[in-house]
């Protein structure tokens, strides 16, 4: 299709039509239909996978008690964090930084980064993940509770030392590497 204006004539793309194969998606944190997986003390609720998306993003509403958050991490997608609720301290490339609900931080692609519960409180916080596929390696590695605000099962330290054994043994599957405390 050609277009006309004051600068010439170029070339515009028409949309691509409806893929009528793909239906809307009401997803709730509290359904019980939701996976809600209990990984490293949190609990994350998968809103919409990759399957869901047609691979485009994930969402994942997180629940984090005080203290927790994931270990000092980077991968090769790019995530974004929009807080609802209480506040973490986020390091990104070794600087940390305080955000609060209402604030959104977004991660470019292998970047270092971590966030941390250090309030007394419980955060919820959003998680996009674009492309998908973050949603598979949390499901493959954490264990499934009952509801948005689970916790998942205490663990012991043999049984801690397996799970951080099995999960970075499955992050290069899932395009993320694990980094050293600072």
Same mark, same amino acid.
């Given at each position: 299709?050609?277009?006309?204006?004051?600068?010439?004539?170029?070339?515009?793309?028409?949309?691509?039509?409806?893929?009528?194969?793909?239906? #809307?998606?009401?997803?709730?944190?509290? &359904?019980?239909? =939701?996976?809600?997986?209990?990984? !490293?003390?949190?609990?994350? +609720? /998968?809103?919409?996978?990759?399957?869901?998306?047609?691979?485009?993003?994930?969402?994942?509403?997180?629940?984090?008690?005080?203290?927790?958050?994931?270990?000092?991490?980077?991968?090769?997608?790019?995530?974004?964090?929009? #807080?609802?609720?209480?506040?973490?301290? &986020?390091?990104? =490339?070794?600087?940390?930084?305080? !955000?609060?609900?209402?604030? +959104? /931080?977004?991660?470019?692609?292998?970047?270092?980064?971590?966030?941390?519960?250090?309030?007394?409180?419980?955060?919820?916080?959003?998680?996009?993940?674009?492309?998908?596929?973050?949603?598979?390696?949390?499901?493959?590695?954490?264990?499934?509770?009952?509801?948005?605000?689970?916790?998942?099962?205490?663990?012991?330290?043999?049984?801690?030392?397996?799970?951080?054994?099995?999960?970075?043994?499955?992050?290069?599957?899932?395009?993320?590497?694990?980094?050293?405390?600072?």
């Amino acid at each position: 299709m050609k277009s006309t204006s004051d600068q010439g004539t170029h070339d515009t793309l028409s949309p691509p039509p409806d893929d009528l194969t793909r239906a #809307l998606i009401l997803a709730s944190a509290d &359904a019980q239909s =939701r996976p809600h997986i209990g990984l !490293v003390g949190d609990t994350y +609720t /998968i809103l919409l996978s990759g399957e869901d998306t047609a691979g485009r993003f994930c969402l994942i509403d997180m629940h984090i008690p005080p203290g927790g958050g994931p270990p000092p991490h980077r991968h090769d997608f790019e995530e974004t964090f929009i #807080l609802l609720d209480g506040e973490i301290e &986020a390091t990104f =490339r070794g600087t940390e930084s305080t !955000v609060k609900a209402g604030e +959104t /931080i977004h991660i470019p692609a292998n970047a270092p980064h971590q966030f941390h519960n250090a309030s007394g409180q419980p955060v919820r916080l959003l998680c996009v993940c674009s492309p998908a596929g973050q949603e598979n390696f949390f499901a493959e590695i954490g264990v499934p509770v009952a509801t948005r605000t689970t916790p998942p099962p205490p663990l012991d330290p043999t049984a801690q030392a397996e799970f951080r054994a099995k999960a970075e043994a499955l992050a290069p599957k899932y395009r993320t590497e694990f980094l050293q405390h600072a």
